[in-house]
Structures are given as C-alpha cells and as structure tokens.
C-alpha cells in the first residue's frame, strides 16, 4: 500500500510558474514508477509527466506533448519525494493535478482510477 499527498496547487497567471509536490508513504517508493495526471472540468483526466524506473537506479522522465519544455518532473527518493515544476503556465494547464504510483508503467500511464495509487489531488488554476 502507498499513500500519496499532493500539495503547492493555486492560482497564478498566465505566464507564471507552481511547483507541485507529491509525497508518499508506505512501501519502498525508490521501485515505483510516479506519474502527474491532470483532469480539467468537463474533460477525461490526461497524462502529464512520468518518471520511469529502470531497475539501476537510473529514472527516465516522460512528458506530455502539451507541457515539454515547460514542465519539469523530478524526484527526491531520500524524501520520498516526486515534484512538478510547472513554467510558463497557460489557462489550459487549469485543472486538479493527481500524482499516481505504479510499479507496472504499462498501468502507471493508464488514467484509470482504480489501477494503481493515486493521490487526492491539488487544483492548479492559471488565470488570462
């Protein structure tokens, strides 16, 4: 079991930048994978960033077409820590912003609430 907090949500204009934080506790969170998904009102809840790990310590990083360059995903495994540096924020980036855990990435990337650990989410709204 693994038990993931969000925090550092707000709002901010456009333009601006947040930085969001996932904690988790629980099980040995340097083997799974974390994810940061996002659902805007009205809309499926979509894939934003992931870091992936390799089995040697070594953690590759996914991006969203939508956020590259932008977003900056990292992770602090002495803190039990998986961060989302968002930059130049834009209105459509609005929306509760969800960390998951996963130690299959195949399920990791699918936005199925009940595959996985997902966290309770912060809401990010960026105003024009």
């Known amino acids: 079991q693994v038990q993931l907090v969000e925090s550092g949500g707000g709002l901010v204009q456009a333009g601006g930048s947040l930085s969001l934080s996932c904690v988790a506790s629980?099980?040995?969170?340097?083997?799974?994978?974390i994810a940061w998904f996002r659902q805007a009102p009205g809309k499926e809840r979509e894939f934003v960033a992931a870091?992936?790990?390799?089995?040697?310590?070594?953690?590759?990083?996914e991006y969203a077409d939508s956020v590259k360059g932008r977003f900056t995903i990292s992770r602090d495994n002495a803190k039990n820590t998986v961060s989302l540096q968002m930059n130049s924020l834009k209105p459509e980036d609005t929306a509760v912003y969800y960390c998951?855990?996963?130690?299959?990435?195949?399920?990791?990337?699918?936005?199925?609430?009940?595959?996985?650990?997902w966290g309770q989410g912060t809401q990010v709204t960026v105003s024009s």
């Open positions: 629980g099980r040995t969170f340097s083997n799974y994978h």
């Open positions: 870091t992936r790990w390799s089995g040697h310590s070594i953690y590759y990083l």
């Open positions: 998951k855990a996963d130690l299959n990435w195949a399920s990791l990337l699918n936005s199925d609430y009940r595959q996985g650990y």
